[in-house]
């Protein structure tokens, strides 16, 4: 069994930036290196949806249309910790954000087997 805990999340104007983070801890001598990890949201009246998958440190590497270019996924192993990294934020980020961790590389929530409890991001003025 995994634990994941993110944090991070918070008020901001739109324009601004935070900096979320996902610690997975398992069993002794686990290792989140073989797992794609996977950011997820989900805003209030709609369904959950993918924002950024992983896998292999940045050889596989994917963010949804919405947030390309303002948004960077960053892993680091030793720490069993990854990242996001969300600037330039609009009102349409708001949602509840997930980490999560699976085996599959997709954007289908369904395919990841372990998940975070989620950290609230508001985007507002």
């Known amino acids: 069994q995994l634990q994941l805990v993110e944090s991070g999340g918070g008020l901001v104007q739109p324009g601004g930036s935070l900096r979320l983070s996902c610690t997975v801890s398992?069993?002794?001598?686990?290792?989140?290196?073989?797992?794609?990890v996977g950011w997820f949201r989900q805003a209030p009246g709609k369904e959950r949806e993918g924002v950024s998958l992983?896998?292999?440190?940045?050889?596989?590497?994917s963010y949804a249309d919405s947030v390309k270019g303002r948004f960077t996924f960053s892993r680091d192993n030793a720490s069993n910790t990854v990242h996001l990294r969300m600037t330039d934020l609009k009102a349409e980020d708001t949602a509840i954000y997930y980490c999560?961790?699976?085996?599959?590389?997709?954007?289908?929530?369904?395919?990841?087997?372990?998940w975070g409890q989620g950290t609230q991001v508001t985007v507002s003025s």
């Open positions: 398992g069993p002794s001598g686990f290792s989140l290196e073989p797992y794609v």
């Open positions: 999560a961790v699976g085996t599959t590389y997709s954007w289908a929530s369904s395919r990841f087997d372990y």
């Open positions: 992983d896998k292999t440190s940045a050889m596989f590497r």
